[in-house]
């Protein structure tokens, strides 16, 4: 399941017959079975692109590709292959248990119940969703939301997972755990998956290849290990912090 984005673009209509180019003419492709770390700082637009990859929004121009199909014919099929969670916003109804929500999901993406069973396993073994479970997401924790949204965009075995701000405001022990999901998830399953967090240690343990968007442009889309090259460091903080100063990456 491989991602294809050719000059993608978003224009945003604001009030006043203002607008604001929040991606401009961006491409860039991930191959299977990679976990790609999405950077850049607030408002780079990347939300605006993980919205355009899951379907959310229709680029002003440009296309995306998920294993060859596009949104225009295959809606339906791109939708069962790919999940996305955004840390500052979940999909899950709010005033009913979290289990309720997943039977929801298990019924509209026809899983059988072998693999609901082996999801739901995992998930609690990895998670440990089955301690907060019959619960409301209203009365948990954000981590444990955190949790239980990743369960609900995983129990369909997508192929391709879009993570927005995953770890946002979570505690280490949680934070952890997450990792350690995502990184079985993409071992075991070869799940595709687009990353996109602040925290750098996120991007050291989980990311072997980076793509760093600023001001809508695309500035860096490469491997870890060439970035830290190209500015003679290990500091990877260090070195996104001048990239984010001065809008772009030394020999990239
Ligand atoms: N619905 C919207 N209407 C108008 N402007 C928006 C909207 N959503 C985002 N923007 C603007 O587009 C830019 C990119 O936003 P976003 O994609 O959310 O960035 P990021 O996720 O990297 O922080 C920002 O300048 C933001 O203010
Ligand atoms: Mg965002």
Request: proline fraction near 3%; include cysteine.
């Amino acid at each position: 399941m491989s991602i294809v984005a050719e000059h993608l673009t978003k224009i945003y209509r604001l009030k006043k017959r203002q607008t604001k180019t929040a991606v401009n003419d961006i491409s860039f492709s991930v191959p299977t079975g990679e976990i790609v770390g999405f950077i850049g700082p607030n408002g780079a637009g990347k939300s605006t692109t993980i919205k355009m990859m899951t379907g959310i929004l229709i680029p002003d121009n440009g296309s995306i590709t998920i294993d060859g199909l596009q949104f225009k014919k295959n809606r339906k099929e791109i939708m069962l292959k790919t999940g996305v969670v955004f840390g500052q916003k979940s999909v899950l109804c709010w005033d009913i248990p979290v289990l309720d929500t997943l039977k929801l999901f298990k019924d509209m993406y026809r899983v059988s119940d072998a693999v609901y069973r082996e999801n739901m396993d995992m998930f609690s073994e990895i998670l440990g969703i089955n301690e907060f479970i019959k619960q409301p997401p209203r009365l948990l924790s954000l981590g444990q939301r955190m949790k239980a949204d990743l369960a609900a965009s995983l129990i369909y075995d997508p192929d391709i997972l879009f993570l927005d701000e995953p770890t946002i405001g979570i505690d280490v022990l949680s934070k952890e755990r997450i990792r350690d999901f995502i990184q079985k998830i993409n071992k075991e399953r070869h799940t595709t998956i687009i990353l996109t967090t602040h925290d750098v240690s996120d991007i050291e343990t989980l990311c072997e290849k980076m793509i760093i968007i600023d001001n809508g442009s695309l500035i860096y889309n490469g491997t870890l290990k060439a970035l830290k090259t190209n500015y003679n460091t290990t500091d990877l903080e260090e070195i996104i912090k001048e990239i984010y100063r001065n809008g772009e990456t030394k020999d990239a």
